[in-house]
């Protein structure tokens, strides 16, 4: 099965949690899945073991977010000003030894 594949059921598999979970999820326009950012960020947590692990600011109307897990997946959300969450993009192999390496002073 190839990344984009597993990806997508990834993305197909938080979808469904979020509906078993009774979050109020939508699909936005591009089509991504959305739901509130509690109840995205606690399934990325409880299913994938994902944590964020960056954020930035998408104009002054959302920010964005990186999760990843220890396992190398990942997961980019964003959130409005609503406090809705969308997942746009996820996948695998996030390799986070160059921020370490820099934390570290190297």
Do not use: H
């Amino acid at each position: 099965m190839t990344k984009a594949l597993r990806a997508a059921f990834g993305l197909a598999a938080v979808a469904s949690v979020a509906l078993f979970t009774g979050a109020q999820q939508a699909t936005s326009q591009s089509g991504d899945v959305c739901a509130p950012r509690k109840d995205l960020v606690a399934q990325l947590g409880a299913q994938y073991r994902e944590s964020q692990k960056a954020v930035g600011l998408l104009g002054d109307q959302a920010v964005m977010e990186v999760f990843a897990s220890d396992q190398g997946t990942w997961t980019i959300l964003t959130t409005d000003t609503n406090g809705t969450s969308c997942i746009v993009a996820a996948g695998e192999g996030w390799d986070d030894t160059f921020t370490r390496l820099v934390g570290e002073g190297v």
